[in-house]
């Protein structure tokens, strides 16, 4: 995993396509792709003077937690590179290009663009809208609920659906639920079923500070946010004392008053550097996440079963016309053990 930083891959091959090194870009702070390449290629022995180098995005040209990955393949005699797309980073946005050009390393663009930009939508929905990419998971019974009256819903899916929902989890940068599944059930909401190098941080609307203290989505070395509308001095200490921060951020309108304010939030949490927020909450925040047009995609886990009466999806309406209705488009489906895993995207939103 390489959060916050793009998901990215090197490989140098010499004239003849013979590979000698490759790497992919690591945790941030690590480095890159083409330098992890390079350094691939030393430790096989091979020479990389006038090879070309296939990247999945523009090398990097600016100073950050390393140095530039253009300088890198410049000064190692790189003689051309193919990259698949150009870097949406502002500190960056043709500038690598610009270098390797000007220190006459022939350079072709195009590639692998759509799967590339696809592989980071996060990264660029973070780079060109300033909000993460919001991916809205929910595990439902096929007359679309979620859990039964009483609240119950363990388990409505099976252990391949739950499994492939940790695998989700862990390539967001943060997983974000509401008071109301932490109170109801208590969940960690961290990756277990998947092996993982880094668990995605934790974020919770909590309005008013009612997170329990003992609350399972404590965890040593995962950071947890919490948003919350309705100061309360007392109840910030206990919580930042048990490794929360508290962020308060309020609704401006009327009809937010004592609520948070979503929009807002996802701003924040993209200068927090989150890339992919995966939602997994109840019907309440689902509802409103969705009526105010804050969801770019959905991830949706229907079991071969029918509950009835129960609790829907996402609470928001009623509509008076179907016209109202929010339009999605499916971009992928596959059975997951015994059950349907349906991606779906609202038409557009992926247009940046």
Known sequence: MSEPNPRVGCVITD?????????????????????????????????????????????????????????????????????????????????????????????EVGPGAAQSRELNIGFFSRMVRKTPWVRMKIAASLDGKTALNNGVSQWITSEPARTDGHAWRARAGAVLTGIGTVLEDNPRLDVRLVETTRQPRLVVVDSRLETPLDARLFMPGRKLFIYAAVRDAARQAALEARGATVIFMPGQQPDTEGKVDLAAMLRDLANREINELHVEAGHKLNGSLIREGLVDEFLVYLAPKLIGQGRDMANFGPLTELAQAVPLAFTATEMVGPDLRIVARIPGRDAF
């Open 15 to 107: 004239q003849r396509g013979r590979v000698l090194g490759e790497g992919h870009t690591q945790q941030a702070g690590g480095p890159h792709a083409e330098v992890m390449a390079l350094r691939d290629a030393a430790a096989r022995g091979e020479r990389v003077t006038g090879a070309t180098a296939f990247v999945t995005l523009e090398p990097c040209s600016h100073h950050g937690r390393t140095g530039p990955c253009c300088d890198a393949l410049i000064n190692a005699g790189i003689g051309k590179v193919v990259a698949s797309i150009a870097d949406p980073n502002p500190l960056v946005a043709g500038q690598g290009f610009a270098r390797l050009r000007a220190a006459g390393v022939e350079v």
